[in-house]
Nanobody
Framework: QVQLVESGGGLVQAGDSLRLSCTAS????????MGWFRQAPGKEREFVAT????????YYGDSVKGRFTISRDNAKNTLYLQMNSLKPEDTAVYYC???????????????????WGQGTQVTVSS
């Protein structure tokens, strides 16, 4: 059974940093792009960042560019999201996901990701 488990969320103040992790089990995703998405209350799911299967290509949403960094450790089957200079508008549930196709360029469209974690809450106070 494939499972993605996010961790690292919490309550922080504006300007603080957090590092999210997403560990996969049940199969290896070393050949799949992986991404982070987030959803705030009353809003649609938003693309945050994505990384290619080998880590060579990354894309970021405009609202997080320059502040967040996505990375992965395929040996550990783990995806990371380093979040710096957090803002109250970053408050959301953050989800990791795996792209449905192997060895393709990462994309920003959520419908192209098939396995999803349960999410981890990030709350940034002003």
């Amino acid at each position: 059974q494939v499972q993605l488990v996010e961790s690292g969320g919490g309550l922080v103040q504006a300007g603080d940093s957090l590092r999210l992790s997403c560990t996969a089990s049940g199969r290896t995703f070393s050949s799949n792009a992986m991404g982070w998405f987030r959803q705030a209350p009353g809003k649609e799911r938003e693309f945050v960042a994505t990384i290619s299967w080998n880590g060579g290509t990354t894309y970021y949403g405009d609202s997080v560019k320059g502040r967040f960094t996505i990375s992965r450790d395929n040996a550990k089957n783990t995806l990371y999201l380093q979040m710096n200079s957090l803002k109250p508008e970053d408050t959301a549930v953050y989800y990791c996901a795996t792209h449905r196709n192997r060895m393709v360029r990462p994309t920003t469209a959520s419908h192209e990701y098939d396995y999803w974690g349960q999410g981890t809450q990030v709350t940034v106070s002003s």
